[in-house]
């Protein structure tokens, strides 16, 4: 039986295990920044590309600091900073490094939106861009996403011949396969009623006796009559 030690240390571990959740909680409520699912995209020079952003929060936010940094080899700068009052408020630009980028952001319909538009790309555009927010109802803590701009000289087209060739060889033998089995149970089928038919047939025979064994239903060989 567990002793006075063992149920001691049963509320200690509950006491931990509580402790623990509480501050997991704000943790996993906590604003949440995104750039969406690709970690690359592609543009090509000259022309202009949207970066994405948006954050969520559980805990709603008030004054939220949000502002997109540039980063490559050689170089790092500030981009764009601005702020949203709240939900009902659109973000407002507070400061612009360059004229080439616009804020697009929005908060209607909940979508907290505070994507960039990048025009008249240049080679030297290529690098990391991220997208930092700060929520003072968060203590301030700093969340952010990180995307990679790849500015090209053209963008390369996708050889599709291999893809074609590999889906047209899994077609025709996925329909090699359909053909087999269906000429299989077709077979089947066939072999199935000439059986039915050979046994009708020996069944209907077998009704037909033979005169020398004298079975019932043979036809008697007719005898001429006897001499008195």
Known sequence: MPGAGDRGKAPARWLGTGLLGLFLLPVSLSLEVSVGKATTIYAVNGTEILLPCTFSSCFGFEDLRFWWSYNSSDTFKLLIDGTVKNEKSDPKVKLKDDDR????????????????????????????????????????????????????????????????????????????????????????????????????CLVSSSGNDNTENGLPGSKAEEKPPSKV
């Open 101 to 200: 980028i616009t804020l697009v952001g929005s908060t209607k319909e909940k979508m907290n939106n505070i994507s960039i538009v990048l025009k008249d790309l240049e080679f030297s555009d290529t690098g990391k861009y991220t997208c930092h927010a700060k929520n003072p109802k968060e203590n301030s803590f700093q969340h952010q996403a990180t995307i990679f701009l790849q500015v090209v000289d053209k963008l390369e087209e996708v050889d599709n011949t291999v893809t074609l060739i590999i889906l047209a060889v899994v077609g025709g033998v996925i329909g090699l396969l359909v053909f087999i089995l269906l000429l299989k149970k077709f077979i089947t089928f066939i072999l199935k009623k000439t059986r039915e038919k050979k046994k009708e």
